[in-house]
């Protein structure tokens, strides 16, 4: 029995130490969107395959064959022998517009990164845990702007400004929680976000007589907070089942260092080079990231079917992202704040007969869900919105639980109103949901 768990850590251990190497060797931009230059950038959408092919929600879930990651109290809902994992890798497609100068000009960006990896065993009769590590925010960037303010062009001439930049914070985790019983389970978890960014401003003047000039923002950042969650489910008769979940983030103060680099070079005035090395606990509580409270509901038949509706409120005008040297610069003169983060979520899922053993297709689960979601800031005084549908499955592999799940977001972020940019966004996850029985003693007659 020792050597046979020995083999399966064995495994656990090159399977997550593959995943780290993936995390390490990714591509030059976790994902990419020019929102991104704004603080700590682009807030990765947190959960498995699973949970995004349901529109993102899972605050309310207790699932006993998928991961849930959204609310430590979730991972009681289990077999109590069981050993769980789940491996997600995400493909970003995006296609740009923006209106200048009455045209409308087009790009497109695609990615491909590891989404999450995470493993869950029981620790003692009614307490389980979990260990993963997922992408908590990325910055991915790189556009031109022109000045087009007529007395700075007549002051100093055309201008060009250059925006880019690149890095990612990611989030590991540990979790736990305890089930009391039907009606109540809760759960904490402890996460250390880590990560860096390079930011990079250029202004080119092409009057003659001015120097170009430079700035760069090497970040080193790191934070530690933690997460709370409650869950509880209720019977309705004999065979729905209603289900309540709420969390609670920490707010957190970000640390680490600055690193900052001025350049002036040309010929037509004395070249200048400056730099410092600043660290952000000389800024105490000067950039911090927001708490949030989500809550979520949700209905169960039998096996059959689920749905769960969930919101979730951030409150990020006190971060100080808008007000500190490196969180808020940009050249390309739209200004940015710090805003309100709202999330409302709602998916269902379908599974015709998980015992055929004639149909595969009807021992699959099928997914549907939407959301809409307004972003941690405001650009040039207006809200950044997006909205999206959702569609999912699981395609059952070998015994117990273990299947492929996908999950297919498609949405829009953005306007085209006063010169913003629009996203209309094509994100597919798949992952492996691994699932075993670990703790079982053998007789042998």
Not at 14 to 29: C, I, K, N, P, R
Not at 146 to 155: G, K, L, N, Q
Not at 240 to 269: C, D, I, K, M, P
Request: charged share 20%.
């Amino acid at each position: 029995m020792l050597k046979r768990i020995f083999n399966r850590l064995l495994m656990v251990s090159v399977f997550a130490g593959a995943g780290l190497a993936a995390y390490a060797q990714s591509g030059e931009y976790l994902s990419y969107t020019p929102y991104s230059i704004y603080g700590i950038g682009d807030l990765s959408q947190q959960g498995s395959a699973y949970n995004r092919g349901m529109g993102g929600v899972g605050i309310a879930s207790r699932n006993v064959k998928y991961l849930n990651s959204l609310n430590p109290a979730a991972v009681t809902a289990r077999d109590s022998l069981s050993v769980m994992m789940d491996f997600s890798v995400a493909n970003n497609n995006t296609l740009f517009m923006q209106t200048v100068d009455g045209q409308r000009i087009k790009s497109a960006h695609n990615s491909t990164n590891i989404s999450s990896i995470a493993f869950s065993t029981p620790i003692w009769k009614n307490l389980a845990g979990m260990v993963g590590m997922t992408p908590y925010s990325s910055q991915g960037y790189g556009y031109r702007t022109r000045e087009t303010d007529p007395v700075e062009i007549a002051r100093n001439g055309v201008i060009d400004y250059y925006d880019y930049g690149q890095g990612s914070l990611y989030k590991l985790y540990g979790s736990a929680g305890y089930y009391f019983n039907k009606h109540l389970s809760v759960g904490a978890e402890f996460d250390y976000i880590f990560g860096n960014f390079n930011k990079y401003f250029t202004e080119v003047f092409e009057k003659s007589g001015r120097n170009t000039v430079s700035d760069a923002y090497d970040m080193n950042l790191h934070a530690i907070t933690g997460k709370f969650g409650v869950q509880s489910e209720f019977n309705m008769g004999k065979k729905w089942t209603v289900g309540f979940g709420g969390t609670y983030s920490l707010a957190s103060n970000l640390r680490g260092t600055v690193g900052y680099l001025h350049q002036s070079v040309g010929t037509a005035e004395t070249i200048t080079v400056s730099s410092s090395v600043d660290t952000l606990a000389n800024h105490l509580g000067a950039v911090r990231i927001a708490p949030e409270l989500g809550l979520g509901i949700s209905v169960r038949y039998l096996d059959k079917f689920r749905a769960e509706v969930d919101y979730t409120r951030s409150d990020w005008k006190k971060s100080g992202m808008d007000v500190t040297e490196g969180f808020a610069n940009s050249t390309s003169r739209t200004p940015f704040t710090s805003s309100v983060r709202q999330s409302l979520r709602a998916g269902m899922e379908y599974l015709p007969n998980a015992y055929d053993m004639r149909y595969r297709w009807k021992r699959c689960s099928y997914r549907l869900g939407a959301y809409y979601n307004t972003e941690y800031y405001k650009v040039g005084g207006g809200d950044v919105n997006s909205i999206g549908i959702t569609l999912g499955a699981t395609i059952p592999i070998y015994q117990w639980y273990n299947g492929l799940s996908i999950g297919v977001d498609l949405g829009q972020r953005g306007t085209l109103d006063n010169s913003l940019i629009r996203e209309r966004y094509v994100k597919v996850c798949v992952g492996v949901n691994i699932f075993d029985i670990w703790f079982l003693k053998y007789r042998y007659e």
